[in-house]
């Protein structure tokens, strides 16, 4: 099998991604979808698929979950991390029924599951579906998908989504990085190239950032918030808190509600 289905060269037909390691999973999709007439393009495996996506910008994406190098799911945290392939929808293919596995990949930013063994017209009806609801939005964020970043910044824009979203439960450094298809040495290389600083550095002062948004702008307890934030009891958060900020977090509050202007935490994002 080649690396891409011969194809219109019509940049007004759909173009669909496929990316799978097993080439009769490969051979029988591009048969399935060849009758619509879209554009098809093919790659082995997740890192191909990236490259192949960022390159040829599809407008939708065929995604197995099991791959070598790259899964599925690390593999969509890479795109949708990236503003100039954040927008293409993502459909999973898998082999399992494990509906947490299913829910990890709509959280990562897919947009639909088809389950091997697949039926022909589902897997036609599925992306139709998928092409049509992105293409009513196609004016929606023009600027942003045209500007590309380098790997490492989107290496560290996906990281800081997985962070931002389990703040309470921060996975360790080596599982944070499995989850995006490096080591760890990769990962902090791209934190301190983008952000001058280590993981653990931007992991506190983010946790800092959200305690402070949480101190002025709520009424959840400094003990709910030291939850929140990833903190074992409110008294470590509370020193942890003096520390950088120069202050208590319930002296920090009174000065918000009172109108003050206490120093903020900037954002470290990209």
Do not use: W
Request: net charge neutral; with cysteine.
């Amino acid at each position: 099998m080649t690396s891409s289905a011969a194809a219109p060269s019509d940049n007004s037909i759909p173009h669909v991604l496929i990316v799978d390691d097993n080439p009769d999973q490969l051979r029988l999709l591009v048969e399935v979808l060849r009758s619509t007439g879209y554009r098809l393009s093919i790659a082995f495996d997740g890192m191909q698929g990236y490259d192949r996506a960022a390159a040829g910008r599809p407008d939708l994406i065929l995604l197995d979950v099991r791959m070598p190098r790259l899964d599925g799911f690390a593999l969509c945290r890479r795109l949708k991390a990236n503003p100039a392939t954040s927008h293409i929808p993502v459909i999973f293919l898998t082999s399992s029924t494990d509906i947490s596995e299913r829910l990890t990949g709509l959280r990562d930013g897919g947009v639909d599951y088809i389950v091997k063994p697949f039926s022909s017209d589902e897997v036609v009806a599925r992306v139709r579906i998928h092409l049509k609801l992105s293409r009513a939005h196609t004016d929606v964020g023009h600027d942003e998908q045209e500007g590309g970043l380098s790997d490492a910044q989107v290496l560290v824009r996906a990281a800081q989504r997985q962070l931002s979203a389990a703040l309470a439960h921060t996975p360790r450094l080596d599982d944070l990085a499995a989850s995006l298809g490096v080591n760890e040495r990769r990962l902090s290389r791209a934190f301190r190239e983008c952000l001058g600083m280590t993981v653990f550095e931007y992991l506190r002062q983010e946790r800092m950032r959200v305690a402070q948004r949480l101190l002025a702008q709520t009424a959840l307890s400094v003990v709910a918030i030291s939850e929140e934030v990833g903190f074992g009891s409110a008294a470590n958060f509370s020193t942890a808190f003096r520390e950088y900020a120069g202050t208590s977090p319930s002296t920090f509050r009174q000065a918000a509600l009172a109108g003050g202007s206490p120093a903020l935490v900037p954002d470290a994002g990209l």
